[in-house]
Structures are given as C-alpha cells and as structure tokens.
C-alpha cells in the first residue's frame, strides 16, 4: 500500500513513484542536540517505480541514476504536506 503516488519520469520515460514511507524531522539548531541529524535534521523516503499503470516497474528502476533518484526523493518530500503522510 502506498502513501502516494506521484507522476514523474524516469530515463525520459512517463511513470508513477509509490511512496512507501516518508520521515522527515526537523533540526533543532539546538547546541545540546545529540547528534548531527538531531542538529540539522533529516529526511527519509522509501518508493516503488511504477508504470502508469501502477505495476510495479523494476526494469525501470534499473534505469535510474543516482541523480534520477535525488531528484525523486526531492520531488516526494515537496508535494507531502505535513500531517498527510
């Protein structure tokens, strides 16, 4: 079951991402943080490639660049609105 489900495309090629899980916190800027994630903060998004069907595509995820995959976790975490996920 999926979060979301966005359009994008990968290799060029027009296909839907299932979002799985998302997490992102917030940093507290605080000097007693306890870690550097607690300090910045983080995001965290796990997906699915799917094609426009909404089928499972793992020969399509094949295709996909480090670059491809940066862009996709970007494009997930602007269109989840706090609270929706």
């Known amino acids: 079951m999926y979060i979301t489900k966005i359009e994008t495309r990968v290799a060029g090629i027009p296909?839907?991402?299932g979002v799985t899980h998302f997490d992102s916190v917030r940093g507290s800027y605080n000097y007693n943080a306890a870690s550097d994630m607690d300090y910045y903060g983080y995001t965290e998004?796990?997906?699915e490639?799917?094609?426009r069907r909404g089928r499972t595509a793992p020969w399509l995820e094949r295709k996909m660049t480090s670059k491809e995959r940066e862009r996709i976790?970007?494009?997930v975490a602007e269109n989840m609105v706090d609270g929706d996920y």
């Open 45 to 47: 998004v796990e997906f």
């Open 15 to 17: 296909c839907l991402i």
């Open 49 to 51: 490639v799917l094609d």
């Open 73 to 75: 976790e970007q494009e």
